[in-house]
């Protein structure tokens, strides 16, 4: 066993993540092992995982400085490769812990929201486009019986 359950779970992963709208991975900042399953774990998020996935990664235990095996700059480099917003938290000291959840709400939200205005642009547009079709369709027949007032 030893790696934290990490095989147990490749089984469901592949699906599960394509429902995900967001992801926050995390890793034991007092652990080289857990931050080396973590490029793992997010190559494979970025290979099955749909696009508009957020991702936040997080080096947990940022209070046992003097246990401290990954440094701030290996956290940030590893999240920048995969274009995610990094923090260093505590759980046992709470430090950072609701700004990550925070901003993972608020970049899941972001996303959704461009998703609604895309979907509302080719609403408009599919809307436009029948307009036009409908108009050239009655041209050529006698205008005033298709319009009966000018709105």
């Known amino acids: ?73 290996q956290g940030s480099k590893l999240a920048e490769t995969y274009g995610m917003e990094f923090f260093e938290t505590s759980a046992s000291t709470s430090s950072n812990i609701s700004e990550a959840f925070t901003r993972l709400t608020e970049l899941v939200l972001q996303a959704h929201h461009r998703d609604v205005d895309n979907l509302l642009g080719a609403l408009d547009d599919y809307l436009d486009n029948n307009a036009l079709e409908e108009e050239n369709e009655s041209e050529g027949t006698d205008v005033n019986t298709h319009r009966t007032c000018a709105c």
């Not at 592949?14 to 992801?23: E, N, P, S």
């Not at 957020?54 to 003097?66: A, C, M, P, T, Y």
Request: charged residues 30%; proline residues 1%.
């Open 1 to 73: 066993m030893g790696h934290s359950g990490t095989e147990r779970y490749q089984t469901i992963t592949k699906q599960y993540y394509r429902r995900a709208q967001g992801v926050i991975f995390v890793y034991d900042i007092t652990s080289e092992s857990s931050f080396q399953h973590l490029m793992k774990w997010a190559g494979d998020v970025d290979e099955f995982a749909p696009d508009k996935v957020q991702r936040v990664l997080i080096g947990n235990k940022s209070d046992e400085e003097l246990r401290r095996q990954v440094t701030k700059d």
